[in-house]
């Protein structure tokens, strides 16, 4: 079955501190992967996203993410996060072409300590 | 100029009632969507609609059903509501050749008491 796995549920990090979220997944095909953000009460929004090419994609606010195909993992990083990153973040994954629909992990939530 | 608007954004009723979430999408996508979201965060796909594909979720009773008038619109009607569809359902679109990029709309937090 296809699954998204985000590996921490709840985070929290200072300001300034670097941070990276895990996310695998179990996907027969070719994929296309996101990162989406969802600040409190407010809808999704796209942070990333990778299609091909170079694995290594760039997103909005200083948020980059790694695809690394033998790991089925498609890994966010920030390398200085600010108090206004605190938000709840999802990992999805679908197969390219399709209209199949986003597979969401369960995503994290992001607390950034002033 | 929103891109995925949703209406209502939010919605207070009663257990047994029958009601209906509109979406509209300015966007010209061939592709819509809708998604629950429950209290825990979780997003799960619940249909999408393709021209005259629709792909429905295993999961999602009967009661649930998309309808899409036109291209722009896939509204979703809900028929003897449950406590536990309480939740906030997601529209979204994408256009299926464009690697399905998904946009999202705000939101509709239905609330069943």
């Known amino acids: 079955a296809q699954s998204v796995s985000q590996h921490n549920h709840h985070v929290i990090l200072s300001e300034a501190a670097s941070l990276e979220l895990g996310c695998n997944y179990s996907y027969g095909g070719t994929v296309n992967l996101f990162w989406y953000v969802q600040y409190p009460g407010q809808h999704l929004q796209l942070l990333l996203k990778?299609?091909?090419?170079?694995?290594l994609v760039k997103g909005i606010k200083g948020f980059e993410a790694e695809f690394i195909k033998s790991k089925f993992s498609f890994n966010l990083r920030k390398p200085s996060v600010q108090w206004s990153d605190t938000a709840e973040y999802f990992c999805?994954?679908?197969?390219?072409?399709?209209?199949?629909?986003?597979?969401f992990g369960k995503g994290t939530h992001l607390i950034i300590q002033p | 100029d929103t891109a995925v608007s949703q209406t209502p954004k939010y919605l207070v009723t009663q257990m047994g009632n029958d009601k209906s979430i509109k979406c509209e999408q300015n966007?010209?996508?061939?592709?819509m969507y809708w998604y629950k979201q429950d209290s825990k965060k979780f997003l799960k796909i619940m249909f999408s609609?393709?021209?005259?594909?629709?792909?429905i979720n295993e999961t999602v009773p009967n009661r649930f059903s998309p309808k899409s008038p036109d291209k722009a619109h896939l509204n979703l009607h809900i028929n003897s509501l449950e406590l536990g569809d309480s939740a906030v359902y997601f529209c979204?679109?994408?256009?299926?050749?464009?690697?399905?990029?998904?946009?999202f709309g705000p939101g509709t937090r239905l609330t069943v008491l």
């Open positions: 609609y393709n021209n005259k594909e629709l792909i």
């Open positions: 966007l010209g996508h061939d592709t």
């Open positions: 999805a994954v679908n197969h390219r072409g399709g209209a199949d629909g986003l597979t």
């Open positions: 979204a679109s994408s256009q299926r050749e464009s690697y399905n990029e998904q946009f």
């Open positions: 990778y299609f091909s090419g170079d694995p």
